[in-house]
């Protein structure tokens, strides 16, 4: 080995298969595969294996062990089968249903009818299941012949629980993986085999994500193991396989790799990250567990855990097991940052405390303020074979403690307040654990000592997105402290579990002069035009009739209005308001109507009902109770009303501003909400609780944006100090909650400078063809996307950004803005130039709300598609219209390349050949050889043959075998220049190797049947075929073939026939 290759098989895919193999799992070759499969592509258990293991399982009665009976064995696999697809995330609920829960039999022992579980995996003793691994598992797709062939998947007792994406290390490969692997999930690709799947990887050498079904591509997450496994790992990998190991891996696909991994074997490798990620999340004690006890549906979502979350659970289940001295158990405080899946964290806590054997009769008592969690909790326990209790009333509450009947009970905050305010109830078990999710703080205050009081022996375990106060620590104690692995704000952005937060002080109502109104009024309609700047300000003179308090209310909802309608409308983005009372909330819903750019609705609680309101209680106004009257006309009820604003926030384009007093403000999760703009004050935990509204994950989403109306941040000066808003916590512990935007904003001029550093070596000039040619060369050219991706992500930000409007010259803007519209159009013009695939992310719509509001420049035209060089008159105007004969060129050249790559499997010699011709007289071109009009002509040529074939000097043989014309290019490569016994010219002559190929391609076509692809007998009959006529041709004609010779004409052969008859 004279280098290490980065192909796929080499770097990836092969290394997983030797690690897995050593970690645990058995390789199964593709026609044991198929024989398990019982030759049906649509068929995605190994049944074979799935009912030997289900033969092995036994269960207890009357004293005596007993076997399942055959005939149920075959009804269990058949209820697996028989799940009727219903989505994928639902279906996958139901079969998850069945693994965890086993499926109940009836069967007759000792003359007795009785029904049994059937378990398809035993979940508590991994060593009792069997674990398999498979390459390329071809699946059918719906309603199609075609095929889709992940490169890995896992099998435990022949149920494929995990699926795994290889690719080559590279700039977003793991992104591609990812995207592959969300693609097969689609309803028309193959969701038979995601529907059993609980976990998913994407792996690259240097990358490797992880998710489970349905896992939209914004929450893949990477694992981070809390101890250092790099020894164990280096172990593994440089463990040799055994011989019949390596024999079942190299005898099919990976036989030409064989010499390769053997040299480093003798060499040795060091760990890669999928290494450590196929350690971490793969090995079959941690897929069993993670399957098991770290699966949760949320909502209609699929969910698995983070590491957070995992490594937490069982530190408390480690710390709860045994007895404290004084009879009770360990609790502690979790403190895990908001948007990271606390409450998660807390229902797996709950399912994994019900499963623990360790711990008799457990009571579990989970405390939340989010009536939304009951039926997740509800689901969480059904897969643990259990029904919980959900508490009607603070006695219902306490009736159902000190029965002790109930193994899991659900209530909300205040229902559990009062139960334990009246003290009627006393419960000294030291099983009974209170999961409380503590968004009121109330267990470290006087509800916490009175809980210690009836429930003296109970296990406390607080669950909190914000960090504990500094009056806290010392009552939290008593509880058990913090439990670790605390996640931090600061990790969580890391981690990408949660976007970081921009904050800027906006106009601030309580300090406002009619000076500083007049500065921000041009400032803010800078954009408008004279007429539309006219009509907004005889419309803001009306305020004037206002008293002072609504004028400042107006004026805010003027600036809201402006903002929101000129950098998110349209982008798919939302926005919360939070106002400091409902009659405030309502004028806010007035003002927003009247200017008419933006739509809202407003969501309160009912007259009457406190919210966290500013400074006293405030006696609801009639308009209040006449908005309430409206809305219960309209919706039916409290909950109706709730629920149907909330999902068109969440999933409709309207409303895209949410009005909001606190209701809204703990608790809600909505990933396209994105800006918070604060109208009121907020102190301590709720102001945490209130940002962090805005700091969930969506898709093209960067940052979340905090616009203080209120000057809640502002405290010195203009400058926000995080630490003097909140000096009630630790500052290490509240470090990166948000960021001032005008941290981001002053790194715009250095982004704006590397950006144009991509061209110093043409800047200044006025020929565009030399930025497009400068952007030829790949690196350069990702550079170039990078750099404006920062820049423009920047540019939005300063641009919506009060401060530097005001303080920036209108010539510095005007610059960045163009010299914006200068690069976007270069990057169109590339992409079709260069013929790379659209990359349609999300943040796209933010690039055009960019141009629509602040650029205004024409001529910027969406990235389209590339056409195909076979549409041959879209792609004859699509060159005419470009304006050099380069850009022709160049364009005509790399469309090429590009259907090179993509037929490259049907015919690789005829393909290699011509893409080697191509890459040349590209090269040529570059380095000054070639003349642009001959770099045109030379192009154009190659094009023509690579659509006709001119060019190939066939023989007349194959006129009309297309099949054959492949096959005689690999024959012809493999075989030129040997020299045969009884004619003196090389066997490469074209008869002889034309003649060879027709009968491959006949030995071919006459073993064809359905499904021959993934049917191993019919490839070994070809197999056999092919290697009779070579054998012959060696015979007679003396040519010197090596076995190796003979077996790469075979392998090669079998492949462009799977491209070419895919039947």
């Not at 109306?709 to 010195?716: D, M, R, T």
Request: net charge negative; proline share 3%.
């Amino acid at each position: 080995m004279n280098k290490p290759s980065f192909q796929e098989d080499h770097v990836s895919q092969v290394p997983a298969l030797q690690l897995l193999q050593n970690l645990g799992f058995t390789y199964l070759r593709p026609q044991e595969v198929f024989l398990q499969r019982k030759g049906r592509l649509g068929n995605v258990l190994l049944e074979g294996i799935l009912a030997e293991q289900l033969r092995k399982r036994t269960f207890s009665y009357k004293g005596g062990q007993y076997a399942f009976t055959e005939a149920n064995v075959q009804a269990a696999i058949q209820a697996l089968k028989d799940v009727p697809f219903d989505g994928l995330v639902r279906t996958s609920e139901q079969i998850y249903d069945l693994l965890v829960l086993g499926k109940a039999m009836e069967q007759m022992v000792a003359g007795d009818t009785k029904s049994f579980t059937l378990n398809f995996i035993d979940w508590r003793r991994p060593a009792n299941n069997v674990f398999h691994v498979v390459e390329e598992f071809e699946v059918e797709r719906t309603a199609s012949k075609d095929k889709c062939r992940p490169d890995v998947v896992l099998f435990v007792n022949g149920i494929p629980l995990c699926i795994i994406e290889c690719k080559q290390s590279g700039k977003d490969m793991v992104e591609q993986a990812i995207s592959q692997n969300i693609r097969n999930q689609g309803d028309d690709y193959i969701p038979k085999l995601f529907v059993f799947s609980q976990l998913l990887l994407a792996v690259t050498a240097n990358d490797a994500a992880y998710a489970t079904t349905g896992t939209a591509s914004a929450f893949w997450a990477r694992w981070r193991e809390l101890d250092d496994v790099t020894k164990e790992v280096h172990t593994l990998i440089n463990r040799p396989l055994s011989r019949v190991q390596k024999d079942n891996l190299f005898a099919d696909r990976f036989g030409y790799v064989k010499t390769y991994f053997d040299d480093l074997e003798a060499e040795g490798r060091e760990v890669t990250e999928q290494d450590r990620t196929l350690y971490n999340l793969c090995r079959p004690e941690r897929l069993i567990e993670l399957a098991w006890r770290f699966i949760v549906y949320d909502a209609g979502e699929k969910k698995i855990a983070r590491y957070q979350q995992y490594f937490t659970v069982n530190s408390i289940i480690t710390r709860v097991r045994k007895l404290q001295p004084d009879g009770r158990r360990l609790g502690g405080v979790v403190w895990h940052t908001q948007g990271s899946g606390k409450s998660l964290t807390m229902v797996m806590l709950a399912k994994s405390l019900a499963l623990e054997r360790e711990i008799s009769n457990p009571v579990i008592v989970l405390v939340t303020d989010r009536v939304d969690l009951d039926e997740q909790i509800k689901k969480t326990f059904h897969q643990c074979g259990l029904e919980p209790a959900q508490a009607q009333t603070g006695k219902h509450l306490t009736k159902l403690i000190t029965e002790g009947k109930e193994s899991v009970i659900t209530t909300v905050i205040d229902k559990f307040a009062s139960a334990v305010d009246a003290g009627e109830f006393e419960n000294e078990s030291p099983d009974l654990f209170v999961l409380v999710d503590e968004s009121h703080r109330s267990v470290y205050g006087e509800t916490g000592a009175k809980m210690e009081k009836v429930l003296p022996n109970a296990c406390f375990i607080g669950f909190t997105g914000t960090p504990l106060m500094k009056k806290e620590h010392k009552t939290a104690k008593k509880f058990g402290g913090y439990i670790e692995p605390s996640y931090t704000i600061d990790q969580a952005v890391r981690d990408k579990a949660v976007v970081p937060l921009l904050y800027e002080g906006r106009l601030v109502l309580q300090q406002v002069d009619q000076n500083a109104i007049d500065k921000w009024f041009e400032v803010v309609t800078k954009p408008l035009s004279e007429a539309q700047r006219a009509d907004l300000k005889k419309k803001f003179a009306s305020a004037d009739q206002l008293n002072k308090a609504d004028r400042k209310v107006y004026e805010a909802a003027f600036d809201i209005s402006e903002h929101y309608s000129q950098n998110w409308q349209g982008t798919g983005f939302k926005a919360q308001l939070a106002a400091p009372n409902k009659a405030t909330a309502l004028k806010y819903k007035k003002y927003l109507d009247e200017f008419g750019k933006v739509t809202s609705e407003v969501v309160i609680s009912a007259p009457d009902t406190r919210e966290e309101q500013e400074g006293v209680y405030e006696v609801d106004t009639e308009e209040v109770r006449a908005f309430w009257k409206k809305m219960m006309a309209k919706y039916g009820t409290e909950k109706q009303y709730l629920e149907q604003i909330i999902n068109a926030f969440k999933r409709a384009p309207e409303p895209e501003i949410l009005i909001v007093v606190s209701k809204l403000l703990t608790g809600f999760d909505a990933p396209k909400n994105t800006v918070l703009y604060l109208c009121r004050s907020f102190h301590e935990h709720n102001l945490l609780q209130a940002i962090a509204r805005v700091n969930r994950l969506s898709g093209g989403k960067d940052f979340g944006f905090i616009m203080d109306y209120y000057g809640v941040l502002q405290k010195l000066g203009e400058a926000m100090d995080i630490y003097s808003a909140l000096p009630e916590f630790d500052e290490d512990e509240i470090s990166g909650t948000v960021t001032d935007v005008a941290e981001e904003v002053a790194s715009l001029p250095q982004k704006h400078s590397e950006l144009w550093d991509v061209f110093k070596t043409v800047k200044g000039s006025k020929d565009k063809e030399k930025y497009e040619r400068l952007l030829g060369d790949d690196e350069v050219r990702g550079q170039f996307y990078d750099k404006l991706n920062a820049y423009h992500r920047t540019l939005g930000i300063a641009l919506a950004t009060m401060q530097f409007l005001r303080e920036t010259p209108e010539k510095t803007i005007q610059r960045y803005k163009d010299d914006l519209a200068f690069f976007l159009k270069l990057r169109v013009s590339v992409k079709q130039r260069y013929a790379e695939q659209v990359d349609y992310k999300e943040y796209e719509k933010r690039v055009q709300k960019l141009i629509d509001t602040h650029v205004r420049s024409e001529g910027i035209q969406q990235v389209t598609p590339p056409v195909n060089i076979f549409e041959k008159d879209a792609f004859k105007s699509e060159v005419e219209k470009l304006e050099s004969v380069a850009s022709k060129a160049d364009t005509i050249a790399h469309r090429t390349v590009r259907t090179i790559t993509e037929k490259m499997d049907e015919d690789p010699v005829f393909y290699r050949r011509f893409g080697k011709i191509l890459q040349d007289t590209i090269d040529d071109y570059k380095a000054g050889r070639l003349a642009e009009k001959d770099y045109l002509n030379k192009v154009t040529e190659v094009m023509e043959s690579v659509l006709s074939r001119t060019g190939d000097k066939l023989p007349e043989i194959l006129r009309d075998r297309d099949v054959a014309k492949a096959f005689y290019g690999v024959v012809s490569e493999t075989l030129e220049g040997l020299e045969f016994r009884e004619e003196t010219e090389p066997y490469g002559t074209q008869n002889v190797a034309a003649n060879l190929a027709v009968q491959i391609d006949n030995a071919v076509q006459e073993r064809l049947r359905v499904d021959w692809r993934s049917n191993p007998d019919v490839q070994n009959e070809m197999r056999n075929a092919i290697d009779d006529l070579l054998y012959e041709v060696r015979s007679q004609k003396g040519v010197p073939l090596t076995a190796q010779d003979m077996d790469g004409i075979i392998e090669r052969a079998l492949e462009i026939a799977k491209n070419r008859y895919p039947r």
